[in-house]
């Protein structure tokens, strides 16, 4: 099977709302809907660094778009089409058939549309690139926090990191967590849903894709704000309470891969938020409040501050 007989037997199928897709040097795309901007995301999967070698493909397939549809979550957007370079040591019918199959079955799910993208030889890689649309000026961003603000979150925290210390070694998981923690990392689901309604109740949103506190720094930074988070409001997913506290600060605070929403709101929008949440069946959880000043502040019960200077995951980092 060469590049092209790759490309047509897993990833081509005919266009629907794009007006040329996938078999041309380039994508032909409709304009948005008037009053509508792009909204542009990319991300990266590398064997070794995002995911462990020999993972379940169809896995690494939803995960791959997956991570993508939360950026487009996190501002607001609908979802429209996506683009996906693809690096694979080799052409392996059954593992292509496979993430494909993960990859359409959330592509269906989302409503969003492969419209392009490259394969090449090479370590395993994964890049997809998502488009949407959201209201022009009504998109949600990073710089909107307002000092008294309240910070939620949504879903729980934490699993996600401990699957991946269990499979690096560094823990063992009783086999009923370990099936939590591996759904968790392996399946994340993009709150897209969450993504649209907040756009009437947020001031900001991100999403938490490298810890907690690291992200929720980033709303600081550009809101030019500092935050205060209440550990024992985080919401420390249930499946990690028998582990030691400082293990379940270290997932639920800095451990990352969580892919839920983290966003700032008005206190007069708490009753519409706590509605949402039961309209949606998606717990949202007030931890914190907007302050004058700089960083993110994480105090215990007696209102001490924490030590949570690894802050999130960063690439680059020498540790």
Same mark, same amino acid.
């Given at each position: 099977m ?12 005919p266009?629907?709302?794009a007006l ?18 792009l ?5 990266m999967l590398?064997?070794g660094?995002h ?5 379940d493909p169809r896995?690494?397939?939803h995960?791959?778009l997956?991570v993508?549809?939360s950026?487009l979550a996190?501002m607001g957007?609908?979802?429209?089409w996506f683009?996906l =370079? $693809?690096?694979?040591? *080799?052409?392996?019918a ?5 993430? %494909? /199959?993960g +990859?359409? &079955?959330l !592509?269906?799910t ?7 993208g ?12 998502v488009a949407?649309?959201v209201?022009?000026g009504? =998109? $949600?961003?990073?710089? *909107?926090a307002r000092a008294?603000d309240d910070?939620?979150? %949504? /879903?729980? +925290?934490? &699993?996600? !990191?401990?699957a991946?210390q269990?499979r690096?070694?560094?823990?063992v ?7 939590v923690c ?7 689901e993009?709150?897209?849903a $969450? ?5 009437a109740?947020a001031?900001a949103?991100?999403?938490?894709s490298?810890g907690l506190?690291?992200?929720?720094a ?7 704000l500092g ?6 409001s985080?919401?420390?997913d249930?499946v990690?309470?028998t582990?030691?506290?400082?293990a379940?600060q270290?997932a639920?605070?800095s451990g ?6 983290c966003?700032t709101a ?18 949202l959880t007030r931890?914190g409040?907007m302050?004058?000043g700089k960083d993110v502040?994480?105090r215990?019960a ?5 030590d ?5 995951f ?6």
């Amino acid at each position: 099977m060469n590049e092209f007989d790759l490309i047509g037997r897993y990833f081509a199928r005919p266009a629907r709302t794009a007006l040329l897709g996938v078999g041309d040097d380039c994508a032909l795309l409709p304009s948005p809907p008037p009053g509508e901007v792009l909204a542009v995301s990319v991300d990266m999967l590398v064997e070794g660094r995002h995911f462990f070698a020999g993972s379940d493909p169809r896995a690494l397939g939803h995960k791959t778009l997956a991570v993508n549809l939360s950026d487009l979550a996190a501002m607001g957007a609908s979802p429209a089409w996506f683009t996906l =370079a $693809l690096a694979l040591p *080799g052409a392996d019918a059954a593992w292509l058939a496979a993430f %494909s /199959g993960g +990859l359409f &079955a959330l !592509a269906d799910t989302a409503g969003i549309e492969l419209v392009g993208g490259d394969t090449t030889r090479g370590p395993l890689t994964m890049s997809v690139q998502v488009a949407g649309h959201v209201p022009a000026g009504g =998109a $949600l961003r990073r710089d *909107g926090a307002r000092a008294g603000d309240d910070v939620w979150v %949504s /879903g729980h +925290l934490g &699993a996600a !990191a401990m699957a991946v210390q269990h499979r690096a070694g560094g823990i063992v998981l009783t086999d009923e967590m370990l099936a939590v923690c591996a759904a968790r990392l392996d399946w994340p689901e993009p709150r897209l849903a $969450l993504g649209l309604s907040l756009r009437a109740h947020a001031t900001a949103a991100l999403d938490v894709s490298d810890g907690l506190v690291g992200d929720l720094a980033h709303i600081c930074e550009q809101s030019n704000l500092g935050a205060d988070v209440d550990w024992l409001s985080v919401p420390v997913d249930p499946v990690l309470q028998t582990l030691p506290e400082a293990a379940r600060q270290r997932a639920a605070l800095s451990g990352g891969d969580d892919y839920e929403l983290c966003f700032t709101a008005a206190p007069s929008a708490r009753s519409a938020i706590d509605a949402l949440s039961d309209e949606l069946g998606l717990p949202l959880t007030r931890v914190g409040i907007m302050r004058p000043g700089k960083d993110v502040t994480v105090r215990d019960a007696a209102g001490h501050p924490l030590d949570t200077r690894q802050g999130g995951f960063d690439h680059f980092s020498p540790s």
